[in-house]
């Protein structure tokens, strides 16, 4: 399944699933470059879950992309060996660069 995080929202329940697959924090999915990152001066780490997902929510563009994940893993970001090692090989061959969630 592929989710194009501007077109479709994520549900509130899927921004938890990804926040619970990050090894070191949400800073794994959370884009520190973003626009929306940086009006929030430093304020992201005084966020309750449930504020950070809401706001998540309502601004999908501080995530990084693609977030691709497999039963067992997570791949962030544009990383052509990690994302090739998580894609069956029928799937391979794909635009990896467009914004997918999924």
């Known amino acids: 399944m592929e989710k194009n995080v501007f077109s479709s929202d994520l549900t509130e329940q899927e921004i938890k699933y990804l926040m619970a697959r ?25 966020m309750t879950i449930s504020e950070l997902t809401s706001f998540i929510h ?9 977030i691709l994940l497999s039963e067992r893993s997570m791949a962030v970001g544009y990383d052509h060996d990690e994302i090739t090692a998580l894609i069956p090989r029928r799937g391979r061959g794909r635009d990896l660069a467009n914004p997918y969630v999924y």
């Open 22 to 46: 990050c090894e070191n924090g949400t800073e794994d999915i959370i884009s520190t470059r973003s626009k929306t990152y940086a009006l929030l001066n430093g304020r992201i780490d005084d």
């Open 58 to 66: 309502e601004n999908p563009s501080i995530l990084k992309r693609p």
